[in-house]
């Protein structure tokens, strides 16, 4: 009871001063392959460089208008009976884009984000094993990308309804994430269209 | 404890201290604890530990189910704590047949001031090293500062305001570098999106973040991204707005007082004066199955130039220097060094349940033996 009652405590109102070693992460295992290990350690680029990201849409997707910046891509994926209606899907299956710099936190640590956002838990055992049973692909210029699949994974708490779908691509000196969330259901019939999208994107620039 | 009888005895009688004292407040309290316990542990499975803390044993009132309030465990606690120390104080009564119960009730009273201790003063963290890596300092799980630092060789100088402070329109003092921050807004949680607000400021940010966008808090706070934008306020120089979002890797690097500072929103950091390198991670798994049935992490620990290896495994943490080392996960990603996960713990308080335990026992014993003497004089009498 006693450690339950242990929640730490904290100097509100005071700067912390305080003295550490300068951490050196190991050599990152970077760039090419992405045989199934994290992107690699944080990129010690401080300075932003670009990239061009494109890609094909499939014909049956929409295009939102919230599309910008680090989500560089919104879609949604509707009902095949709603598609190219212009009648609007409210439960569409939505399809982001984003670009981050550097391995962007790591494969386990945005694996772990995407299980939290559709209330799934994962232990980093679990995490391990969505890495090592994930597709890998190229895509139509030589980035490696993995799939991410968590349709396949129940929280076991009766109120969980939606799933992610993804890729995560990585250049030198980006992170390309494709996250597909919604209905589980809608998430499952979406797959491959999600893949075909995933292996259509196009990375160029200097940097890519 | 030097008051006079008749001073207790009248103080004893009063009636708000025998209000107080009543023994249906201590039952009460006790069921109360136990429902918490219960509830408590069933709220955890679909909200995270964190929060079913902050909820039910932390302070306030709470509602089970949704509509029944209870006083959270601190309250109770604390209800508890009065009722011990009045009981001490002006009821029980200074006898030597008594010395046992008094024995009993003190170390009750270092079990309850072992609970504050630890409530207050206890530190959690932890620690993820690849095979072959050295770390230095623990990072907390939820709890983020912004650290401004410069790197003086290998030590890092750091100045950091905890997330606790940054609340919109907070002005917040960098003495080191002559310049302030005003806080603009401070994101638990959020999205971080490259283009700029419309008539949104223009932020620095190392990795071309424009704008930030609330996300509702995640179940499991560990999961929350947050993000912070301020002013910087430097004499002499025009206002610069920051935007700091905890995802990014790489700090900003922005010119303070003439000198390159770098600028993070990251987890809280505790510096430790030790290092210890991972040089290896062991999982054995039950035959002919993925189920680990232990982990095993090989370490070397550098202290004051001296090194000594360790080894941390399940249920056998490495304690050295009020710091205690649990095993607590691990990863194996394919193709890369595998890493170990140290739950780090400094809890001043720690060793408290270990003496309550020893007195209270030691209490028991003494009245048994007080009652038992007589108890034996009057059977050979008779």
Redesign the interface.
């Known amino acids: ?13 005071k ?12 050599p990152a ?1 970077m760039a090419g392959p992405m ?4 992107l690699g350690m ?5 300075s ?1 460089v670009d990239i061009q990201v494109t890609w094909t849409l499939p014909d049956t997707w929409m295009v939102k208008d919230s599309a ?5 891509g919104s879609f949604g994926i509707p009902d095949a009976g709603l598609a190219n209606t212009g009648e609007l899907d409210p439960n569409a299956v939505d399809v982001s884009v984003v ?7 790591g ?3 945005n694996i ?2 995407w299980m ?2 559709v ?1 799934l ?1 994962g ?3 679990d ?2 094993l969505i ?2 049973a994930a597709p890998r692909f190229v895509t139509q210029t030589g980035q490696h990308g993995m799939f991410v699949d968590l349709t396949d994974k129940l929280s076991g ?1 009766m109120t969980q309804s939606k799933s992610v779908f993804g890729a995560i691509i990585a250049t030198e000196n980006y992170t390309v994430f494709v996250k597909a969330m919604g209905q589980r259901s809608r998430v499952v019939t979406s797959k491959a269209q999600v893949k075909e999208f995933s292996k259509s994107i196009r990375i160029k620039g200097p940097q890519a | 404890m030097s008051a006079s009888p008749s001073w207790r005895q009248k103080a004893a009688r009063h009636p708000v201290t025998k209000a107080i004292l009543h023994p249906a407040i201590t039952l009460v309290s006790l069921l109360i ?1 136990f429902a918490l ?1 219960f509830f ?1 542990t069933l709220y955890q499975a ?1 909200h995270g530990l964190y929060e079913a ?2 909820r039910f ?2 302070y306030g009132i709470v509602p089970i189910g949704g509509f029944f309030p209870l006083p959270t ?2 309250v109770v ?1 604390w209800i508890l704590s009065v009722q011990l120390t009045l009981t001490m104080a002006l009821v029980l009564r200074w006898k030597w047949s008594l010395a046992g119960l008094w024995i009993v009730h003190s170390g009750i009273m270092t ?1 309850l001031v ?2 504050f201790i ?7 963290s932890q620690l993820t090293l ?1 095979e ?6 623990t990072t ?1 799980y939820h ?1 983020y ?1 912004v650290a401004f630092w410069e ?1 003086h060789g ?9 997330d ?2 940054l609340r919109p329109g907070a002005e ?2 960098i003495p080191p570098y002559q310049c302030r921050i005003r806080i603009l807004n401070y994101y638990q949680n959020s ?6 607000a419309t008539n949104g400021p223009k932020f620095l940010n ?6 930030l966008e609330q996300r509702k808090p ?3 706070v560990t ?1 929350n ?1 947050p993000g912070v934008t301020f002013t910087l306020l430097e004499k002499g120089k025009g206002d610069r707005e920051v935007l700091l979002y905890a ?5 900003l ?1 922005l010119t303070l007082d003439g000198r390159k500072v770098n600028v993070q929103l990251r987890l809280k ?1 505790y ?1 430790l004066d030790f ?1 210890l390198k991972l040089t290896q991670f062991i999982k054995t798994v039950h035959p002919g199955t993925d189920i ?1 049935s232990s982990f095993e992490s090989y370490a070397d620990l550098t202290d004051q130039g001296a090194t000594r290896p360790v080894k941390i495994w399940m249920n056998n943490p490495l304690r050295t220097k009020g710091y205690t080392f649990f095993q607590a ?9 595998q ?1 170990s ?1 140290f739950a780090v713990v400094t ?1 001043p ?1 720690r060793v408290m ?1 270990y003496i309550s335990s020893l007195v209270v026992f030691g209490g028991l014993l003494m009245h048994f033996l007080i009652k038992l003497v007589p108890f034996i004089r009057r059977g050979a009498a008779t």
């Open positions: 009871m006693f450690g339950a009652l242990g929640l730490t405590g904290c100097e509100e109102g700067p912390r001063v305080y003295q550490e070693v300068a951490f050196k992460p190991l295992p045989a199934g290990g994290p944080p990129s010690m680029n401080t932003p910008n910046g680090m989500r560089i670009q981050l710099a550097g391995n962007a936190g494969l386990e640590a772990a984000r939290g956002q209330g838990k232990a980093l055992e995490i391990s890495i090592k708490d | 604890l316990i408590g679909n803390q902050l044993f932390g465990a601190s606690m079990l072992g609970g630890t409530q207050i003063l206890a530190v959690e690849a072959g890596e050295t770390g230095n300092f907390a709890e500062e790197s290998d030590t890092n100088q750091v100045f950091a305001w905890e606790v402070n917040l003092e999205d971080a999106f490259t283009t700029k190392a990795s071309n973040i424009g704008m995640e179940k499991e999961q991204a995802q990014e890797l790489q700090p690097i950091h510096p290092s680990p996960s691990y990863a194996q990603p394919a193709g890369a060094a890493k996960t809890n308080g349940p």
